[in-house]
T-cell receptor, first 110, second 115 residues
Framework: KQEVTQIPAALSVPEGENLVLNCSFT??????LQWFRQDPGKGLTSLLL?????REQTSGRLNASLDKSSGRSTLYIAASQPGDSATYLC?????????FGKGTSLLVTP | SQTIHQWPATLVQPVGSPLSLECTVE??????LYWYRQAAGRGLQLLFY??????ISSEVPQNLSASRPQDRQFILSSKKLLLSDSGFYLC??????????????FGPGTRLTVL
C-alpha cells in the first residue's frame, strides 16, 4: 500500500523567504505526483502535476521536483508571501486514485 | 470552463440519521468522479470513484454508498450515520477539459459533523 509522508507538518517563515516542502512515498511505481493547496475550510486547488517521466514542473514562484527512484518530491516556493499561507498537500497517483500525505501547514508572516 | 459544485457546505446530523451529499460538474463530459474524506488529523482518503454512469468502485468498507445517476452527478449517501463519519467530504473530477487526463479538480467540500 502506498504511504505518503510530508515533512515538516508545520512551518512558519517571515515574508520573502524561500522555502522547501518535502514529500516522500514508499512505492516508486507511480503515474504522477501532484501538489495541492488547501485553504482553511476550503477544497483543494491543484498547483502542479509531475508525470512519472518528468523531473520537475514550474509555475510562477513554485517549482516541484520528482525523484521517483528515491521516492521523493519537493515543492520550492520562492519569495514567500502572506497569501501563500495554507496547507500544502502532496498526492501520489499509483493508478486510478490519489494517495495523499497529511500536509504541511505553512504560515508566512508579514 | 469547468466548475464543480458541492452541497450542502456544512451539515450537522444526529447519529443514526440518513445522509445525502451531492456533487455536480459543469463544462465537461464523461468525467471520472471521486469522493474523498478528510478526517480530523488525518490525510485525505478515497472513498469511491466512478468512471461512468452507474459504475461505482468502493475503496473502503463502510456504511457509506455512492451513486452516479447522471453523467455529471455524484451522490454520497448513508442510511445511518456513525460518529466516525464526521469529517470534510470532497468531491473531485478528472478527464476531458482538464490540464491533463490525470489532473484532479476538487469541489469546495462539505463539512459533516455527526453528534
Amino acid at each position: 500500500k502506498q504511504e505518503v509522508t510530508q515533512i515538516p507538518a508545520a512551518l512558519s517563515v517571515p515574508e520573502g523567504e524561500n522555502l522547501v516542502l518535502n514529500c516522500s512515498f514508499t512505492d516508486s511505481a507511480i503515474y504522477n505526483l501532484q501538489w495541492f493547496r488547501q485553504d482553511p475550510g476550503k477544497g483543494l486547488t491543484s498547483l502542479l502535476l509531475i508525470q512519472s517521466s518528468q523531473r520537475e514542473q514550474t509555475s510562477g514562484r513554485l517549482n516541484a521536483s520528482l525523484d521517483k527512484s528515491s521516492g521523493r518530491s519537493t515543492l520550492y516556493i520562492a519569495a514567500s508571501q502572506p497569501g501563500d499561507s495554507a496547507t500544502y498537500l502532496c498526492a501520489v497517483d499509483s493508478g486510478y486514485a490519489l494517495n495523499f500525505g497529511k500536509g504541511t501547514s505553512l504560515l508566512v508572516t508579514p | 470552463s469547468q466548475t464543480i459544485h458541492q452541497w450542502p457546505a456544512t451539515l450537522v446530523q444526529p447519529v443514526g440519521s440518513p445522509l445525502s451529499l451531492e456533487c455536480t460538474v459543469e463544462g465537461t463530459s464523461n468525467p471520472n468522479l471521486y469522493w474523498y474524506r478528510q478526517a480530523a488529523g488525518r490525510g485525505l482518503q478515497l472513498l469511491f470513484y466512478s468512471v461512468g454512469i452507474g459504475q461505482i468502485s468502493s475503496e473502503v468498507p463502510q456504511n457509506l454508498s455512492a451513486s452516479r445517476p447522471q453523467d455529471r452527478q455524484f451522490i454520497l449517501s448513508s442510511k445511518k450515520l456513525l460518529l466516525s463519519d464526521s469529517g470534510f467530504y470532497l468531491c473531485a473530477w478528472s478527464g476531458p477539459g482538464g490540464l491533463g487526463p490525470d489532473t484532479q479538480y476538487f469541489g469546495p467540500g462539505t463539512r459533516l459533523t455527526v453528534l
